[in-house]
Each structure stands twice: as structure tokens, then as C-alpha cells.
T-cell receptor, first 113, second 110 residues
Framework: EADIYQTPRYLVIGTGKKITLECSQTMGHDKMYWYQQDPGMELHLIHYSYGVNSTEKGDLSSESTVSRIRTEHFPLTLESARPSHTSQYLC????????????FGQGTRLTVV | QKEVEQNSGPLSVPEGAIASLNCTYS??????FFWYRQYSGKSPELIMFIYSNGDKEDGRFTAQLNKASQYVSLLIRDSQPSDSATYLCAVMDSSYKLIFGSGTRLLVRP
């Protein structure tokens, strides 16, 4: 079982609120990723990190921001939530090297009302 | 053009048949290729990965890679109803981003 954790699992929040989705892994992986996935739809890469103090935007434009101050922690923040942010957010991590799998957390299902 | 393309399906096969899932990618510098399975409402889980041209077998699953054609496939032998899920092709591109295709929904009929 993969040691990657996301909290909260479910979140319902009002428009305009600031939220932070947590993602932690205990495997010492350098690379971490955030994906956004609507029900029945594809995973879109929104942020990724190669290591501490390294963050990059993914292919899908997102109003969220991320930070990577510690290897094990890769939080995602929305400064002002909107209904269009309603989605499932999946965090993943993988070790260095080109033939290593990505492990996924359980996901956070966010609903903005 | 999307970086990773898959037929969305659904692909419907009878129990015991071979299911063939296909994926193409656009970045010639891509290094590694992964097949994930995702059940509805769950997170993706790895089935297998491949990074050398040719075939790689693991139980009922065989991954095939052809870098010249930028094509990767997954064969599932002796398909079971429990194999019904969405199968995601993922590619690690030349910048080490892990990009997923839109997935192919597989339905195995009892």
C-alpha cells in the first residue's frame, strides 16, 4: 500500500473562501504531482514538482498555487474558491528515474457552493 | 494535438476474450509508459509500465511499445468482469511530466 495521504477527503466550502488541500508522502519521493479530474473525465496535470523549492505549472491552467518546502509535503492552495473549482483533486508521487511508478493518494473531492 | 491519445470507448468484450487497448503519444522524447486502471470513484492504480521497445508480460497483461510509431498498447487475456474499468495510458515526457490520456472504458460482459 502506497504511503501517500490527502486531506480532507471531502470538502464543501462557500465561494470566496481560501482553502488548502494537503498531500503528504512518506516514501521520500522527489517528484510530486497534482491532477484535477471531473467525474468520468480525464486527469489534467495542474502542478508538479521535481523536489524541494521546485514547482511548475502543468498543462491545464489553474488558479491554484503550490509549494514544496519539504520533500514529503506538497500542499495546493486556492486563494478564493469558485464553483468552477468543484472537482476531484488527486495527488501523486514517484521516485526519481524514468521507470518508476506514480502512487496516488485517495483524492480530495471539492465542492464549492 | 493532445500529448497522449486514447479511444474513449466503451470497448465491450465477452468474458474470456482478449481486450486490446491502444494509446499514441506525441513527444518523441518520452521515456516511460504506464498503464493504470481506475474504477469509478477511486484513484488510479498501476497495472504495469514499459520503457523498452517490444513486449512486456505480467500475468494476464501484456504491454507493447513501439517508439518509432509512438504507440503503446495493453492486452488483457482471459478478460474477467472484474476487469471492467477505465484504463489510463500515462507517458513520462522529455521534461519528466507525467501526462495521462483520457482513458478507455472497458466493459467485460459475463
Amino acid at each position: 500500500e502506497a504511503d501517500i495521504y490527502q486531506t480532507p477527503r471531502y470538502l464543501v466550502i462557500g465561494t470566496g473562501k481560501k482553502i488548502t488541500l494537503e498531500c503528504s508522502q512518506t516514501m521520500g519521493h522527489d517528484k510530486m504531482y497534482w491532477y484535477q479530474q471531473d467525474p468520468g473525465m480525464e486527469l489534467h496535470l495542474i502542478h508538479y514538482s521535481y523536489g524541494v523549492n521546485s514547482t511548475e505549472k502543468g498543462d491545464l491552467s489553474s488558479e491554484s498555487t503550490v509549494s514544496r518546502i519539504r520533500t514529503e509535503h506538497f500542499p495546493l492552495t486556492l486563494e478564493s474558491a469558485r464553483p468552477s473549482h468543484t472537482s476531484q483533486y488527486l495527488c501523486a508521487s514517484r521516485d526519481s528515474g524514468h521507470a518508476t511508478e506514480a502512487f496516488f493518494g485517495q483524492g480530495t473531492r471539492l465542492t464549492v457552493v | 494535438q493532445k500529448e497522449v491519445e486514447q479511444n474513449s470507448g466503451p470497448l465491450s468484450v465477452p468474458e474470456g476474450a482478449i481486450a486490446s487497448l491502444n494509446c499514441t503519444y506525441s513527444d518523441r522524447g518520452s521515456q516511460s509508459f504506464f498503464w493504470y486502471r481506475q474504477y469509478s470513484g477511486k484513484s488510479p492504480e498501476l497495472i504495469m509500465f514499459i520503457y523498452s521497445n517490444g513486449d512486456k508480460e505480467d500475468g494476464r497483461f501484456t504491454a507493447q511499445l513501439n517508439k518509432a510509431s509512438q504507440y503503446v498498447s495493453l492486452l488483457i487475456r482471459d478478460s474477467q468482469p472484474s476487469d471492467s474499468a477505465t484504463y489510463l495510458c500515462a507517458v513520462m515526457d522529455s521534461s519528466y511530466k507525467l501526462i495521462f490520456g483520457s482513458g478507455t472504458r472497458l466493459l467485460v460482459r459475463p
